[in-house]
């Protein structure tokens, strides 16, 4: 919005257009930045007259650092990258700094009017980082975005040099919306591919935080639109274009002047049509509407002057007297004049490069006369062709593709006319903007009251619930049984397996918690590894994921009993295959299993490969004794006893009743053990990710100070053992 000579007036652009269409039961304000004080002084006080429940904010930028923000990195970097325009973007270190900084404004002026549990709903791709900035500040908003573009596939954004700052923020949202799956889906391939976060498509956890994801379609105020569209003043202005705009068949074209709305490729479609089909000469008009936008950018700058030369040359081309085949506007024209356009109309032709939704299809199809309706010819690369099925869909960059299409408009019967509208009105009153923004608010409520299925709080101060009384059976226990993963879990993961020992002083360290503890370290590495890491050791080193245990001072004795043989060779020699195919991935083999590794092989690859590998032998070798899983980079196939379950099964029905066991693991293999126990453990997951276990310690480096204390614990009363970085109460749902 902007409030010229004293007149509040609305942009014209798809933001705007969607957003003023919703209505809200509940007020809210509306931020935005203006970069002249005294038009935001008026917006200010005009705003409470706009509308009832709405009232605007402007935010005060100056020009320089506004024309940085803006026109430079959210318009010739986010805006060009996010739709696939590579070679328009143009970054400048100072201006990301600038759209830091400007994003940074914005959740100032925001914190100042919102109070814990508010919800804050940002739009678009000018605001990536204000998440995060409200969050640190007020962890207690319910914080939405939603993403207007389509958001690229990973192998564009991965372009961006600033890509995983702009990402680690979007993670701080608790809720990010897109209009299409493909989007979504993208985002999700970015987190796996530029930050390693595995992640669903509904949503992405790391380490205290998840973020929800979701895709809502965004509509047009349907009810209202048709309203004013059908108001007898559009019919008569539609009437008067009808006689000032004499075309036997009017092709429309709205678009801003954007570079993604690809007007050249619809002037090249239009032109290939009067080539074409040379009887249409003089029966078929374009009438192109260009808003201006973003006219100080360079990259639009040229496309203006692109597209004056090829409406010049397509009306040198085929114009004669009383025939001029394109009508060029390069202004924006009033609501009124749009709406009587759309009626006046014959056809719509979209034909946009990448475009997050497209929000003139919308309001072509709700404006149109059932009776004598007009055609859309829309992009396949508009979100809206995944909603708008009865349009006639063209490749915008195939000429033919849109001569054809427009060619079979101008021929198509009226009852094909009538019957694709019906379709399309009849989608679009199920939908209407308001729909989409509850179902949006709807949903980032709930992601906010809907904890995760198990607490990502800290393991710390439980004195009175559950955990209190675990801890406190814990300290009271004749005998306290430790049970540990190695990997991820006492050891830090490492990129080569061989690298993972620990140190001398953290040797040092788990000894002295044997005097409290007995120790049993469950690792799914060989017995060879774990004899050489704990020679003569006090522990019980379980190995294979429980195939093998040896007590201190004995021998390793195998808890094997099925058929190996039955598989073994027979899944090696699969394993050996794939270790051809995929480079630096390898077979590493046990007495009890075999593991296919591919940590240091090219990612998308080799994960492709393992979920092949991993149904192949699901398929292959379900009646056989042995369980193949996929873990972290590696796929496994395992006799069916080696299982931590099992081996911790076995381990509560030998010990006595009194006993108590606290086990500690990282990865999906402990889960077996943490659904194991019974009322007399404690089970913690290490590190974010779902979980059975009953509480959670975040990170790997916690694991043994966190032991220590709990020695401390068994010493004394019972006390909250509180790690360093701990915020949060533990809970158990
Ligand atoms: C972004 C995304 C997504 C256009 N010219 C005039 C005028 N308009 C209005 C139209 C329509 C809006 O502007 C354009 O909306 P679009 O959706 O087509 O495109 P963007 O502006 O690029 O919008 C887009 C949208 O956000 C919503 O999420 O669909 O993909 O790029 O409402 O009517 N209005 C008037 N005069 C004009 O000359 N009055």
């Known amino acids: 919005m902007s409030a010229k000579s004293g007149e509040l007036k609305r942009g014209s652009g798809g933001l705007v257009s969607a957003l003023l269409g919703v209505q809200l039961d509940q007020p809210f304000f509306w931020f935005g930045f203006e970069t002249d004080e005294n038009i935001a002084k008026s917006l200010l006080q005009k705003s409470a007259d706009v509308e009832k429940n709405l009232e605007i904010r402007p935010v005060v930028l100056e020009k320089s650092l506004y024309e940085s923000y803006y026109d430079r990195f959210s318009n010739d970097v986010l805006w060009p990258l996010f739709h696939y325009e590579g070679n328009h973007v143009f970054f400048r270190r100072q201006d990301w700094e600038s759209y830091t900084e400007a994003n940074r404004r914005m959740a100032e002026e925001i914190l100042k009017i919102a109070e814990a549990n508010d919800t804050v709903w940002i739009h678009d791709f000018h605001f990536l980082l204000l998440g995060q900035m409200l969050k640190e500040a007020n962890p207690d908003l319910k914080i939405g975005f939603f993403l207007h573009t389509p958001f690229p596939s990973s192998e564009i954004f991965r372009q961006l040099p600033v890509r995983e700052e702009v990402l680690r923020a979007m993670l701080r949202f608790d809720l990010i919306?897109?209009?299409?799956?493909?989007?979504?889906?993208?985002?999700?391939?970015?987190?796996?591919?530029?930050?390693?976060?595995?992640?669903?498509?509904?949503?992405?956890?790391?380490?205290?935080?998840?973020?929800?994801?979701?895709?809502?379609?965004?509509s047009i105020d349907i009810q209202g639109f048709k309203k004013k569209s059908s108001a007898p003043k559009i019919a008569q202005l539609s009437e008067k274009f009808r006689q000032t705009i004499r075309s036997p068949f009017l092709v429309l074209g709205i678009d801003r002047l954007d570079y993604s709305k690809g007007l050249e490729l619809k002037l090249r479609g239009f032109r290939r049509l009067l080539q074409k089909f040379p009887d249409l000469r003089g029966q078929v008009n374009l009438l192109q509407v260009a808003v201006p936008t973003r006219v100080k950018v360079p990259s639009y700058i040229r496309l203006k002057k692109d597209i004056d030369r090829l409406v010049g040359t397509i009306n040198g081309e085929f114009g004669k007297p009383g025939y001029t085949p394109v009508q060029y506007i390069f202004n924006s024209v009033s609501e009124a004049e749009l709406l009587a356009l759309y009626k006046r109309s014959d056809c719509a032709l979209i034909t946009s490069k990448r475009d997050?939704?497209?929000?003139?299809?919308?309001?072509?199809?709700?404006?149109?006369?059932?009776?004598?309706?007009?055609?859309?010819?829309?992009?396949?690369?508009?979100?809206?062709?995944?909603?708008?099925?009865?349009?006639?869909?063209?490749?915008?960059?195939?000429?033919?593709?849109?001569?054809?299409?427009?060619?079979?408009?101008?021929?198509?019967?009226?009852?094909?006319?009538?019957e694709r509208l019906e379709g399309l009105q009849d989608m679009l009153s199920k939908y209407s903007a308001t729909e989409w923004a509850k179902s949006f608010l709807r949903d980032l409520d709930s992601s906010r009251i809907r904890p995760p299925k198990r607490p990502l709080a800290r393991l710390c101060a439980a004195t009175k619930d559950t955990y209190g009384r675990i801890f406190e059976k814990v300290r009271?226990?004749?005998?306290?049984?430790?049970?540990?993963?190695?990997?991820?879990?006492?050891?830090?993961?490492?990129?080569?397996?061989?690298?993972?020992?620990?140190?001398?002083?953290?040797?040092?360290?788990l000894q002295k918690l044997g005097d409290s503890f007995s120790i049993h370290i469950v690792s799914g590495r060989s017995r060879e590894f774990l004899d050489a890491q704990f020679p003569e050791s006090p522990f019980h080193l379980v190995a294979e994921h429980g195939a093998f245990r040896r007590l201190p001072g004995s021998e390793w004795k195998s808890r094997i009993s099925s058929d190996i043989q039955s598989w073994f060779n027979e899944i090696e020699k699969i394993m050996q295959d794939y270790s051809e195919r995929v480079p630096l991935s390898f077979v590493e083999k046990k007495s009890a299993s075999l593991v296919w590794h591919f940590r240091q092989s090219p990612p998308d690859f080799a994960a492709f490969q393992a979920r092949k590998l991993d149904d192949e032998l699901q398929i292959g070798f379900s009646n056989l004794p042995v369980s193949v899983t996929i873990g972290s980079k590696i796929v496994e196939a395992r006799a069916i006893e080696c299982n931590k379950g099992s081996f911790l099964r076995w381990l509560l029905e030998s010990e006595p009743a009194e006993s108590s066991f606290v086990c500690l693991g990282d990865d999906h293999t402990d889960e077996d053990m943490f659904r194991a126990l019974d009322t007399r453990g404690i089970s913690i997951k290490v590190g974010h990710g779902e979980t059975a276990a009953h509480c959670r310690i975040p990170t790997q480096e916690e694991v043994l100070p966190f032991l220590e204390e709990l020695v401390a614990l068994r010493g004394k009363g019972f006390e909250p053992v509180a790690l360093p970085t701990s915020k949060a109460p533990a809970e158990r749902p």
Not at 477 to 502: F, M, N, S, W
């Open 177 to 218: 919306g897109f209009h299409e799956h493909s989007y979504l889906r993208h985002f999700t391939v970015c987190l796996k591919t530029q930050l390693g976060i595995e992640s669903t498509f509904f949503k992405a956890e790391t380490g205290d935080h998840v973020v929800h994801l979701g895709v809502y379609p965004i």
């Open 356 to 418: 997050g939704m497209n929000l003139v299809a919308m309001e072509y199809t709700v404006a149109q006369d059932p009776d004598n309706p007009g055609v859309i010819v829309l992009s396949e690369f508009a979100g809206a062709a995944s909603l708008l099925g009865q349009a006639i869909f063209i490749n915008p960059w195939d000429e033919d593709s849109i001569a054809d299409a427009l060619y079979q408009a101008y021929t198509m019967p009226s009852d094909e006319k009538r």
């Open 476 to 509: 009271q226990a004749e005998k306290c049984h430790l049970i540990l993963d190695y990997d991820g879990t006492l050891c830090p993961l490492q990129k080569r397996p061989e690298l993972a020992v620990l140190s001398e002083t953290q040797k040092a360290r």
